[in-house]
């Protein structure tokens, strides 16, 4: 998958590593602000969605798509689409611009609007990426959870440096019987959670 990546793809993953570099320098609180996990966790999150098993694939919280180029590899690899659900408007702009330049229009379908508005056309999820508002974290692992295939994961960015604010959805995480939990300090930190057979 990584030896597979293109040039434009490339282009588009560097253009929004800068970005992102300049927004967190920045500081100032934009609705455009960029808040992107870093390249090791995309690989990360590439190699895990590669291995898993059939279902619909999901994002919540696009951003500028960054995560969602990543994912795009495990895609392709497997024959897969994702679908990314992202509320802000100038972000869904940014996102929507980076799928047509990095070619992946063909594996990556946006949703613009609230996830929880579109709940009802899924089923059979097989992996879902959550980096959203911490705020609605709880409640999008309550709705992932009993979507998920067996061997389905649910992945949670900023589960070590939000850790206080995701406490509570950390803790039922890990007391869930229906899922196998830990926490890859890789990034910002990661929960994944796999459900059991």
Known sequence: MFHDISVDMLECMRDLERRDGIDR???????????QIPAETGRFLALLAASAPEGTFIEIGTSGGYSALWLSLACRATGRTLTTFEVLPE??????????????????????GDFFDHVDELDRVAFCFLDAEKEIYGACYDVVVP???PGGMLIADNAINHEETLRPMLQTAFEDERVDTLVVPIGKGELVCRRKA
């Open 91 to 112: 972000k869904a702009v940014l996102a929507r611009d980076t799928f047509l330049r990095a070619d992946v229009n063909d594996l990556v379908r946006l949703v613009e």
């Open 147 to 149: 979507l998920l295939v």
């Open 25 to 35: 320098v920045d500081g100032t609180a934009r609705l455009d602000r960029l808040r």
